[in-house]
């Protein structure tokens, strides 16, 4: 009993020392596993470059165009829908101002708090508010820097992933080896796939939000549309955060009930869609870790990380994961993150759904 406790409180301080190792060193950890996941991404074009005889330097600096090229395209994208949007700004700071006076006429008549302590506490609120925006302006450099370091990060780490791969074998026997290298190819491959599903989810996003709130008449529906996408970055509550968004701003814009109730519609119809149809055939079971240690891991990489911790939780439980499934003595620890066996009628769906999709396919393609 003594060894049996000894033994708990040893893993509960390992774990106690990593989670502030990450803590403490995340100015030098984020850049550079942003960087590792988005060199997987991008490592099967440059092997295929490099097939064609296209100079290994020159594959991967093409990889980082690309990168570049796309982020450009969705940041006009967003500056252009933006510049429409700030085009009512007049119109949505009058709205603004009717319903919060609104707002402090209902305050002051059920809870007693009269205007000018309401507007007291207003100015100390805008005063936090202004150092926060003083603050986010400040770490504007960082920022630049940081992306700069990743862009770098993906060009060493593309350049040099064969001299990586034999280091990391080399810390193992001989006879693990071959072992180890099947886990890396696993780990490169879970987050090769839920980057692509998850870029694939997004446009797919994009499209349904867009006819959706443009049917319903939402004002900058394409702006709004690409929120909702990008928003599915974060698990659950992302496209929820945007729905909400679109409908406090459509309310604000004198949207009517109708409007309103149209919106919610659209989220749980597209929800539908996507956790039924299009999650089986684009994501499938790649990432296969269940719904309580998604959120776990959310809440904890903001603890630990803030945003970019959200952002990177999921791909990177899954690649623990990975390694948990291999390592006998975690195995436990792979069970308690995976899919739980109870969801098999759902797995059943899943399957069925992809085999109706690639009957569906092949008859279009032998025709």
């Known amino acids: 009993m003594i060894v049996t406790s000894s ?6 301080l390992l774990v106690f020392l990593i989670i502030a ?5 995340k100015s030098f950890l984020i850049p550079l596993c942003i960087a590792g996941i988005l060199a997987t991404l991008f490592l099967p074009f440059c092997k295929w470059l490099e097939k064609k005889k296209v100079p290994k330097v020159l594959a991967v600096l093409i990889c980082l165009l690309v990168l570049l090229l796309t982020i450009t395209g969705i940041a006009i994208l967003l500056s252009w829908q933006i510049s429409q949007l700030t085009n009512d700004f007049s119109l949505l700071t009058q709205k603004a ?8 006429k209902y305050i002051f008549y059920n809870f007693g708090i009269t205007a000018k302590k309401q507007s007291e506490l207003l100015n100390n609120e805008q005063l936090s508010i202004t150092g926060t925006m003083q603050m986010v302006a400040g770490s504007a450099v960082s920022i630049f820097t940081n992306f700069i370091l990743v862009l770098a990060y993906i060009f060493l780490l593309l350049y040099f992933r064969i001299h990586i791969k034999r280091f990391i074998l080399k810390l193992f026997l001989p006879s693990q080896q071959a072992e180890m290298s099947k886990v890396l190819s696993s780990v490169t491959l879970v987050s090769q796939q839920y980057l692509l599903g998850l870029t694939k989810m997004i446009i797919c996003l994009w499209i349904m939000y867009g006819i959706g709130f443009s049917i319903v008449g939402v004002k900058n529906a394409l702006f709004f549309a690409i929120l909702c996408g990008l928003l599915e970055i974060v698990p659950f509550i992302g496209n929820l955060t945007g729905t909400t968004l679109t409908v406090l701003v459509a309310v604000v814009q004198g949207a009517g009930m109708p409007v309103v109730l149209s919106i919610i519609a659209t989220y749980i119809i597209i929800q ?11 994501l499938g079971s790649q990432v296969k870790i269940n719904a309580f240690t998604t959120i776990l891991a959310l809440v904890l990489g903001e603890i630990i990380w803030g945003i970019a911790g959200i952002f990177l939780a999921i791909p990177l439980i899954a690649m623990f994961k990975i390694v948990c499934d291999h390592i006998e003595s975690l195995k436990p620890y792979g ?11 759902k797995s059943d ?3 069925k759904t992809k085999s109706w999709f690639s009957k569906l396919r092949f008859k279009f393609d032998t025709k």
């Open 7 to 12: 033994s708990i409180i040893k893993k509960l």
């Open 272 to 282: 539908f869609i996507q956790e039924w149809i299009l999650s089986p055939i684009i």
């Open 21 to 25: 190792g990450l803590f403490f060193a």
């Open 349 to 351: 769906y899943d399957n």
């Open 97 to 104: 101002e009717d319903i919060g006076n609104s707002i402090q």
């Open 335 to 345: 069970f308690l993150i995976g899919e739980v066996v109870t969801r098999k009628r």
